[in-house]
C-alpha cells in the first residue's frame, strides 16, 4: 500500500486525472470550471491508446503505471477520467492506494437515474465501453427496475479530435447512429464517452429537446468537488503561473497540444513526454 507520507498542507496538492489519451480533458475544463483553484496534473497516455481493445489485465497493469507516476507528484485524488479504465481498474486502484479515486462512470450513472422520469435511459460510447455494460451495471446497480438502451457510436471520436464536430457531416453521423435509440422513446442519455461533449450539439438536435443529454465529466467534476468538501480538501489560494496546471503524456506531445485546444478552449503551453 502506498499512502501520503506527510499530512502538511495537503489541501493544496493537485489533482490527478488520467485518461488513455485526449478526452479526459472535457472532465479537466468542468474541474478548471467548478474548482477554480485546484492545480490539475494529468496524464493522457497516449502511446498506447485506445484501452478499449486491451485485455482487462493489460488494462488494470497501464492505469496502475500511470497511478504510481501521478502519486509520485503528491496528488490529493485521483480521478480515472477514461470510460475503460474505470470500468476495469478502480476496485485494483483503491486497493493499492489511501486517496479518493473516483471514475466517470457511477456519477453519469446516479445523475441519469435522478433525471429520467419515463425509466427509459439510453447510453452511448465507444465499442468498448458498450460491450463492457459498465454503464448498463451501474444504472441496474442503482435502480433495478431502469430500462437502459445501449449503442455504439465509435466515429465520433474521431470527429472530436479533427474539430468536425458541428458540421453537415458530424450531424449525418449522429443521426444515422441515434436512430435506433429514437425508437426507445428514451428520456435521458448518457455521453458515455469523455469525446462525446464536443458533439452535445449534433448529439442534441438529433435526439430531440426533450432528452435530457447527461455529461458524465460534468457529473464527475461535481462529485470532485463534493468529496474534497467532505474531507476538507479545497484549495482555498488562488491559482497562479507558479503552480498552474501540468500535462504529461506517454508519445505525441505535439499532437496532443494540438488537439487538446479543441476539448479545453485554450493552448497549452507545455506538454511533456515522459516514459512509464
Known amino acids: 500500500m502506498i499512502e501520503l507520507s506527510s499530512k502538511y498542507d495537503e489541501a493544496s496538492r493537485p489533482i490527478g486525472v488520467f485518461d488513455s489519451g485526449v478526452g479526459g480533458l472535457t472532465v479537466v475544463k468542468e474541474l478548471n470550471r467548478l474548482l477554480p483553484n485546484e492545480k490539475i496534473i494529468y496524464f493522457g497516455d497516449t502511446g498506447r491508446v485506445p484501452y478499449g481493445n486491451k485485455s482487462k489485465e493489460t488494462i488494470v497493469h497501464y492505469s496502475l503505471q500511470v497511478a504510481y507516476f501521478l502519486m509520485k507528484k503528491k ?82 471520436v474521431h470527429l472530436a479530435e479533427d474539430g468536425w464536430n458541428r458540421n453537415k457531416i458530424a450531424q449525418m453521423v449522429a443521426d444515422e447512429y441515434l436512430k435506433p435509440l429514437k425508437t426507445k422513446n428514451i428520456d435521458t442519455l448518457i455521453l458515455g464517452c469523455t469525446h462525446y461533449p464536443l458533439l452535445k450539439d449534433v448529439i442534441q438536435s438529433s435526439v430531440g429537446k426533450s432528452v435530457q443529454l447527461i455529461d458524465s465529466g460534468k457529473e464527475t467534476a461535481k462529485e470532485v468537488k463534493r468529496i474534497l468538501e467532505k474531507k476538507h480538501l479545497l484549495n482555498k489560494h488562488k491559482m497562479t503561473e507558479k503552480n498552474h496546471s501540468v500535462f504529461y503524456v506517454s508519445d505525441f506531445p505535439h499532437k496532443f497540444k494540438e488537439v487538446s485546444q479543441r476539448f479545453l478552449s485554450k493552448e497549452l503551453k507545455h506538454v511533456h513526454k515522459v516514459i512509464l
Open 75 to 156: 496528488i490529493k485524488m485521483l480521478v480515472v477520467a477514461c470510460n475503460t479504465a474505470s470500468s476495469v481498474s478502480l476496485p485494483t486502484l483503491k486497493r493499492h492506494f489511501h486517496i479518493p479515486i473516483i471514475g466517470v462512470i457511477e456519477p453519469g450513472a446516479r445523475s441519469a437515474i435522478e433525471t429520467t422520469q419515463k425509466n427509459k435511459i439510453g447510453v452511448i460510447g465507444t465499442l468498448g465501453t458498450v460491450r463492457s455494460n459498465a454503464y448498463k451495471k451501474a444504472l441496474k446497480k442503482i435502480k433495478s427496475s431502469v430500462n437502459v438502451f445501449q449503442d455504439p457510436c465509435p466515429l465520433f
